[in-house]
Each structure stands twice: as C-alpha cells, then as structure tokens.
C-alpha cells in the first residue's frame, strides 16, 4: 500500500490496527491526518476521516463502528451525521429487545438473535437465506420475531406437520414465493425384527457418523421398519455413505424417498391434573412421571432432566403452560393449563406422551 520510502514499518503497522475496518482509501486519509501540523487542518482531517469509517462500516453492514471510533488516536468530536449512526445501532438494539421480550432463556436469546441478523442480511441483499434446524423453543421464538417484520417472510420446513425441529428460510415476499429445498428425508432400513433398536440408537449413529445436530432434524422411529431421517440436502449422499454398516448391531441401508413419503402419526398422549403447592420443576414433574420428589432431584443432578430441550440444573426452576420436561428413559412431559385454587395452590394440567 505505502512502500517503505513513505512510511516507517512502526508507523505503518500502528496505522494499519487502527484503521484495520478502513479501505486504502481510508488509510491515506488518516496517514495525512497523523502528518498535519496545523491544528486547524488536523482538526478538519481528523473528522473526515471519521465520517468516511463510519459511512464505509454501515455500507458494508458491518457493527464494528464503535470499535473504529475508540480505536483511533485521537478524540474528535462527533457530526451530527456520526451521531445518527449511533442512534441508528441503540435503535437496533432496542429493536431486538422489543422482538424478544417474554423470552426469559438466555441461550434462546442469543440463538434467535442470529436469526434476526441473518433476516437483516437478507433483507439488505435481497435474497432468501436458510438456517440450521433449529430446536423447537428457538423456532418458536424466531418465528414470533420474523412475524413482527413486516418487509421479511419466513418459512418453517421439517418435513411434515409436527416437526419439532425445522429449518426457516426468510427472504422477502416476493422472493419467498415457494417453499425452498432446503431438507432431504431418507429412510433407514434393515433387519430390526430379530435386533430392536429404540430412538436413541438411529440418533446416536447418526451423530457418530461426524454430522453436527443442527444439520438434521427429526428421527422419525418406526419400530422394526426402522427408521426415517429429515437432513440438509449437502449431507444427504454423505449420511448415505457412511451409515451403511450398522445401527445398534444391525447392517443398514439408506435410501432417498420424498417427503411426501415420510410415516409420521400423531403423538399418543394422556392428560391427567395435579394438584400442587408450587410450580417448581421438581414438584410438577415428579406428579407427571409418577417418580418420588427425591428422584426426580437425582436426575436432574445428574443432567437427565431437560426444560424445553435445554439442560436443567436448579431443582427450583418455575415452569409455565406450553412448557416442555423431558427425563432421559421417562419420556416428555407437556405442562397445559394452570388454574389457582381456593386454598393458593395450583391446578395444573399435565400432559404425558406415552
């Protein structure tokens, strides 16, 4: 960029960490701005030189303007023009605050948050971008958000009526015409009549095959059918190759089938009411399961418990209606309705799938 006849490697290399966010352009214009002796024309540089740092970073869509504005080595006083992008990034961020308030999990927050900036991404380059699969309390959240923008459209895709785990797409309306192909099912078949295989089994082969969680969705088990996977269509030939040898002890073989094609039915399950003092998890999930109060502590000491898909680790977490509790070998748990009674305790309605 400046040859050493112009600049002293010292010089260049400080030069270059602070303006690293800067095109050459911008790098001349500071480097004058360092050379100036008169106080007024330094003053004039200096501003410059920050206005064209902040106009380039939110060309570029970038959040890096505040790391521009303390990195530099002098403070000058803001223009009205780089006060308004500053007003512009608080903007956005009580925008996120305003889409993702009631949502009390910080782990949701941060993973819907991702969402929204890539619907951002999409908005400001007009095209349909694609997530991972999402688990059910994100997809929840970032449907609910991407709803509120009223520029965007988003599609949720799992491959039948009650995925859990999905795939959105968001785009623009009138890109967002049809839903993407963005999922792939295949079925995973062989000998399980004489070698039953549960759930866990197609999961865990799946996973040992080195393919990420967030790069399939549901395991559809079939019992001795075997079993029918949804993943990304890149992972698909992939998945096919290298699940050909066993599942549990059984040899298998995948093959593609449409999604038209996938076995799914609704979910058995048995609602029944409780009466309890408090809605703490381990008195509500203790009814549900139909396990002493003691053990359901036990296994949530030992990370067997889960709140809508993530871990539990306080005994005292309160549960709400929609709520889901899973314990590993017990199965789900739905939380319905939750009535208080004359007496200042709860009615609630649990529903266990069976």
Known sequence: MFGPKFVKPQAHYKAEAYT????????????????????????????AAVAFALSHSLINNKVSYHRTLVTFPFSPRLSSSASGICHLAQAVKRDDDDLLKGVVDKTVIEEVKHVLEMARRASLRREVLHTNFLTPPVLKESMLALEKLAD????????????????????????????????????????????PCSHGDFLGAILGTGIAREKFGDVIFQGEKGAQVIVVPDLADYLISSLDKVVGNVPVSLTKIPLIALDYEQPRTKSFKAIELSLRIDAIASAGFKISRSK???????????????????????????????VRGKGRLKIGEINSTKKGKFAVELIRYL
């Not at 459209?153 to 797409?169: H, L, N």
């Not at 309306?173 to 070698?195: C, H, K, M, R, Y």
């Open 20 to 47: 690293s966010p800067l095109n050459p352009l911008g790098l001349r214009i500071v480097h004058r701005a360092m050379a100036a002796t008169s106080f007024v024309a330094a003053s004039l540089v200096r501003r």
């Open 152 to 195: 965007l459209k988003a599609v949720a895709q799992g491959g039948y009526p009650q995925a859990e785990r999905c795939r959105i797409s968001v785009g623009h309306p009138e890109l967002l015409t049809s839903d993407p192909d963005i999922i792939v099912a295949l079925s995973i078949t062989g000998n399980f009549g004489f070698q």
């Open 296 to 326: 359901l502590v036990d296994l949530i000491r030992d990370g067997d418990v889960r709140l809508n898909w993530t871990p539990v680790t306080k005994n005292g977490a309160t549960l709400r209606t929609g709520d889901i509790v899973s």
